[in-house]
C-alpha cells in the first residue's frame, strides 16, 4: 500500500516537473518581491509593496503582459542580507519566479545579485542606494531604476553651488559604511562646485547629544551643514542645533533618507530650510505623475514617496522589457532592458547598458513649512556620472 | 585655530554640554541606583519607566496640562505602577535563591513588553513635547539653551531632595535599616514589605521625572529606553551600587571623560573608554568610587 502512495505520488511529482516549462511560458508571470515586511525598515517595504502591487493591478487590468497575468510573491528579507538570500532562493526554487525585486538594504541588493547570477535570473531593486551595486559591484544580472546616492549628491551640490557659492561646508555622518559613504559622495561633488570644508565628524549611530560637535561646528564657522544621520538621530541633531542657536544663517543638507514624513513632525520648525537630492517627489508637475499620486493615494490612504514611485516604475520597464524579447528568458529579457526608456511617474528614463543604472532628472527639495517643495532640477545626463562597471 | 577660540568655541562649550548630558544620566541613573542599593534588585526595565514618563508627559501635555504641573503629576502617577510591579513580578521571586537572575529576567522581559505596547499605542514615529523654556543665554561667548540651564538646576535640586530624604529624614532611615538588616528592621517595627514597594516606586517615579524633564531635548519614541541604561548601569556600578553621591560623581566625570575625549579622538571611541572604566571598577574595585550605601 504505502509502495504505491509512493510510486504515484513520485509520478505525479514528475508529471507536474515536466509540464512545468511549457506551462511557465503560458502561465501568469510570477515575480518575486523580497522586502524588509518586519524591523526597522518596514515603512520602506510597505512602500515598495504599495508601488508594486498598483502597477500589478493596472497592469493586469489593461491584459497583462504579452497576454499573461503578472502574480506578486512577497517574502519578509527583515533587511538582512541572510535572510534576504535564503528567501530569495526559496522564491526561485520552490515557486520558480521569473524575476526578482523589492531588496532595500544594499547588502541584501549585492547578495541576491550573485544569487540571480548563480541561478541564471533577473533582479532590479528599486531602494538601494549604495553606489557600489552598479560600479565596482555590478552585476550582468541586476538593475538599479532608483537613483543611487552620487546621483543624489550631484543634485544637491549642483544647486547649493548656485545657492551658496565657494560655501564652507561642515560634514557630519553616523559613523558606519552608509554614512562615511555619502559624507565621501557629497564632499567630492560639493568640492568640484568650489565648496570648502570646513571639517568632519562622525558621530555613533542612535547619539543622543550632538551638542558634544557644536563646539567644532562653531569654531569652524561653516554656511552650509551637510548630514546623513536619519529616522531619530536627525530629530535629535536637527532640535539640537536649534537649541543651541546655530541654525540662523546656516543652510542644512542632507542625504534624502535623513528628513522623511517619518520624523518630520518630531522635527517641526527646526526642519524648515533643510534640502535634498532625491529621484521622486509627489509634488512632481506632470500629468503623468498626478494620476499616479491620485491612484496611489485612492489604493492606501497615503501619498507615494521615492520608493513607491520608483517601485510602481519598475514593473513597467520589465513589461516594456518582456514584450520587446517576446519571451521571458533571461538573455533576450537582459538584452531587452539594456538601454531601455520607459514611462516612468517622474518622466522618461533610461536604462544605462554600461552598468544596468537608470538615468533620470534629479530633483532638489525643501522643506518649507513642514513639507517638501521642489526648488530645482537637473538633467539625467549631468546626475549620472561615468560609468564604473568593468564586468560587463 | 587661536587658543583663545579653541577655549571659547570647543573647550569651554564641551565642558558646560558635557554637564548637561551629566545631569541628564544622573536623573536616570538616580533611580537605579536606589532600586539597587535599598533591594538588591537590578532593574533592567527602569529605561522603559523612564519612556512611560516621556510618554505620559506627551500625552498629558497634549491633552493640555502644562510642563510644571507635569513635573508633579507624572511622578505621582508612576507610583501606583511602579507599586503593583513590585507586588506582581519582583515580590514572587524576590526570595529565590538566585535573586540577581531571576529579578534581572523578570523586569528585563517587563521592558520587552512596555516597549511593544508603547509602540502599539503610540505608534513607532518619533514625537517631540514643545520645549518649555525657549531661547538661550549667553556667557562669556558660551551658548546655552535656557532649558539646559534650567536642566543642570532641577537636576541639582532633586539629587540634593533625595539625598535629604534618604540621608537625614525618619523614613530615609527606616528605608535604609530595612535595606541593611530586613529582619532586624522588621523586629523593630519597620513595615519592611510596605519599605520594599515604596521604594521601589519610588525609584520608578524618578525614572518618570527623568523622562519628563528630558523628553524635549531627546525626542520620543518607543525604543527610547535604551538610550540611557547602560550609561546609567555604568555609573551605579562606578559610583558605588546604590550610593547617591557615587552616581553623581561619576555621572558627572563619565560624560566629561566622553565630551572632551571625542575633541581628540574619533567619537565611536568614547563608549569603549566609558565602558572600559566599568570593567576596570568591577575589577579592582567593585565596591565602587563610594561603596554601596546602607552597607558601607
Known amino acids: 500500500m504505502n509502495i504505491i502512495i509512493r510510486l504515484t505520488a513520485a509520478a505525479l511529482l514528475a508529471a507536474t516537473a515536466l509540464s512545468q516549462p511549457a506551462f511557465a511560458q503560458s502561465g501568469p508571470i510570477k515575480i518575486g518581491v523580497v522586502t524588509p515586511l518586519s524591523g526597522t525598515y518596514t515603512p520602506i517595504g510597505q512602500q515598495v509593496r504599495w508601488g508594486l502591487e498598483l502597477a500589478a493591478k493596472e497592469i493586469n487590468a489593461a491584459g497583462g503582459i504579452s497576454g499573461r497575468q503578472v502574480n506578486l510573491l512577497f517574502e519578509d528579507e527583515e533587511a538582512n542580507p541572510s535572510v534576504a538570500v535564503q528567501k530569495a532562493e526559496k522564491l526561485l526554487q520552490v515557486e520558480k519566479v521569473d524575476f526578482l525585486t523589492g531588496t532595500v538594504n544594499s547588502g541584501s541588493t549585492l547578495a541576491v545579485a550573485q544569487l540571480a547570477e548563480r541561478n541564471a535570473k533577473l533582479a532590479a531593486t528599486t531602494v538601494s542606494f549604495a553606489d557600489s551595486i552598479t560600479t565596482d559591484k555590478c552585476s550582468p544580472n541586476m538593475f538599479r531604476v532608483n537613483a543611487r546616492a552620487e546621483q543624489q549628491s550631484v543634485a544637491l551640490a549642483a544647486w547649493l553651488a548656485k545657492e551658496k557659492p565657494k560655501a564652507k561646508v561642515f560634514y557630519l555622518g553616523p559613523d558606519y559604511e552608509m554614512g562615511r559613504s555619502t559624507v565621501a559622495a557629497f564632499k567630492s561633488s560639493a568640492e568640484k562646485g568650489g565648496a570648502q570644508s570646513g571639517g568632519e565628524v562622525f558621530a555613533p549611530l542612535d547619539s543622543k547629544d550632538y551638542t558634544q560637535y557644536f563646539g567644532?561646528?562653531?569654531?569652524?564657522?561653516?554656511?552650509?551643514?551637510?548630514?546623513?544621520?536619519?529616522?531619530?538621530?536627525?530629530?535629535?541633531?536637527?532640535?539640537?542645533?536649534?537649541?543651541?542657536?546655530?541654525?540662523?544663517?546656516?543652510?542644512?543638507?542632507?542625504?534624502?533618507g535623513t528628513v522623511t514624513s517619518q520624523n518630520i513632525t518630531a522635527i517641526g520648525a527646526a526642519a524648515e530650510g533643510f534640502a535634498t537630492g532625491v529621484?521622486?517627489?509627489?509634488?512632481?508637475?506632470?500629468?503623468?505623475?498626478?494620476?499616479?499620486?491620485?491612484?496611489?493615494?485612492?489604493?492606501?490612504?497615503?501619498?507615494p514617496d521615492l520608493y513607491g514611485a520608483d517601485s510602481y516604475g519598475l514593473l513597467f520597464a520589465y513589461k516594456a522589457a518582456v514584450e520587446k524579447a517576446g519571451s521571458t528568458e533571461t538573455d533576450k529579457v537582459r538584452e531587452a532592458l539594456r538601454g531601455l526608456s520607459w514611462q516612468t511617474p517622474q518622466g522618461t528614463k533610461t536604462i544605462r547598458a554600461g552598468d544596468h543604472q537608470a538615468m533620470q532628472p534629479m530633483y532638489v527639495v525643501r522643506v518649507t513649512k513642514g513639507k517638501f517643495d521642489i526648488i530645482d532640477n537637473v538633467s539625467s545626463e549631468s546626475a549620472i556620472g561615468p560609468d564604473a562597471c568593468t564586468r560587463f | 585655530m587661536s587658543p583663545i577660540d579653541y577655549l571659547q568655541f570647543v573647550l569651554a562649550p564641551q565642558v558646560v554640554n558635557g554637564l548637561a548630558l551629566g545631569v541628564a544620566v544622573v536623573l536616570v541613573a538616580l533611580g537605579l541606583t536606589i532600586i539597587f542599593g535599598m533591594l538588591d534588585v537590578i532593574n533592567m526595565s527602569h529605561g522603559e519607566f523612564y519612556a512611560i514618563g516621556a510618554y505620559a508627559a506627551l500625552a498629558l501635555g497634549a491633552a493640555g496640562i502644562g510642563f510644571w504641573f507635569l513635573l508633579v503629576l507624572v511622578p505621582v502617577l508612576m507610583i501606583p505602577l511602579g507599586m503593583a510591579a513590585e507586588r506582581l513580578l519582583i515580590r514572587p521571586v524576590f526570595d529565590t535563591k538566585?535573586?540577581?537572575?531571576?529579578?534581572?529576567?523578570?523586569t528585563f522581559g517587563l521592558g520587552l513588553i512596555v516597549e511593544d505596547v508603547l509602540k502599539v499605542i503610540f505608534g513607532a514615529n518619533t514625537q517631540r513635547p514643545p520645549t518649555p523654556i525657549?531661547?538661550?543665554?549667553?556667557?562669556?561667548?558660551?551658548?546655552?539653551?535656557?532649558?539646559?540651564?534650567?536642566?543642570?538646576?532641577?537636576?541639582?535640586?532633586?539629587?540634593?531632595?533625595?539625598?535629604?530624604?534618604?540621608?537625614?529624614?525618619?523614613?530615609?532611615?527606616?528605608?535604609?535599616?530595612?535595606?541593611?538588616?530586613?529582619?532586624?528592621?522588621?523586629?523593630?517595627g519597620v513595615p519592611v514589605s510596605l519599605v520594599y514597594a515604596g521604594t521601589f516606586a519610588f525609584g520608578v517615579g524618578l525614572a518618570g521625572l527623568a523622562g519628563v524633564l528630558l523628553a524635549p531635548i531627546y525626542s520620543v519614541f518607543p525604543t527610547m529606553g535604551r538610550d540611557f541604561i547602560l550609561l546609567a548601569f555604568t555609573v551605579v556600578i562606578v559610583g558605588g551600587m546604590g550610593s547617591?553621591?557615587?552616581?553623581?560623581?561619576?555621572?558627572?566625570?563619565?560624560?566629561?571623560?566622553q565630551a572632551l575625549a571625542s575633541l581628540v579622538i574619533s567619537p565611536v571611541w568614547t563608549d569603549p573608554i566609558v565602558f572600559g572604566t566599568m570593567v576596570a571598577f568591577l575589577v579592582f574595585r567593585p565596591q565602587g568610587l563610594f561603596g554601596r550605601l546602607g552597607h558601607a
Open chain 1, 279 to 303: 529621484g521622486y517627489s509627489p509634488q512632481i508637475d506632470s500629468p503623468e505623475n498626478k494620476t499616479f499620486v491620485a491612484a496611489f493615494r485612492a489604493a492606501n490612504k497615503t501619498d
Open chain 2, 98 to 106: 538566585d535573586r540577581h537572575v531571576t529579578t534581572l529576567l523578570v
Open chain 2, 244 to 257: 547617591i553621591w557615587g552616581a553623581v560623581v561619576a555621572g558627572l566625570l563619565l560624560t566629561q571623560v
Open chain 2, 134 to 188: 525657549p531661547g538661550a543665554s549667553e556667557f562669556f561667548g558660551i551658548i546655552l539653551p535656557n532649558y539646559r540651564l534650567f536642566l543642570i538646576l532641577v537636576g541639582a535640586a532633586i539629587v540634593l531632595g533625595v539625598a535629604f530624604v534618604v540621608y537625614k529624614t525618619r523614613l530615609g532611615a527606616m528605608v535604609r535599616a530595612a535595606a541593611f538588616d530586613r529582619n532586624m528592621a522588621a523586629s523593630l
Open chain 1, 216 to 256: 567644532q561646528i562653531r569654531a569652524s564657522r561653516p554656511q552650509v551643514v551637510y548630514t546623513s544621520v536619519a529616522g531619530n538621530d536627525t530629530v535629535r541633531l536637527l532640535t539640537q542645533l536649534q537649541d543651541f542657536g546655530l541654525l540662523s544663517g546656516l543652510t542644512v543638507v542632507g542625504a534624502s
